[in-house]
């Protein structure tokens, strides 16, 4: 199955973060928000990773926590 690949407008209609909140946490050292990569010069998300980075969102999983990994629950 290929990978489905969103725009940032797509993962900000999403998540509910605007546009601009992704692109400022994209580049902060250490990456915040949904792993992100550059895909042909433009900003591309994985749908999976963008629901993964969500249920942590809902669990508490500490940002370092790199897979939802259900033992979170600060």
């Known amino acids: 199955m290929e990978p489905e690949w969103l725009t940032p407008r797509q993962v900000a209609d999403l998540t509910g973060y605007a546009p601009k909140t992704l692109s400022n946490w994209r580049h902060m050292t250490p990456q915040k928000g949904p792993k992100c990569f550059k895909v042909n010069g433009q900003y ?3 749908r999976d990773d963008v629901r993964e980075w969500m249920k942590r969102q809902v669990k ?3 940002a370092t926590c790199q897979t939802y990994c259900g ?3 600060q």
Do not use: E, Q
């Open 71 to 73: 033992n979170c629950t």
């Open 60 to 62: 508490g999983c500490p």
């Open 44 to 46: 591309r998300y994985l």
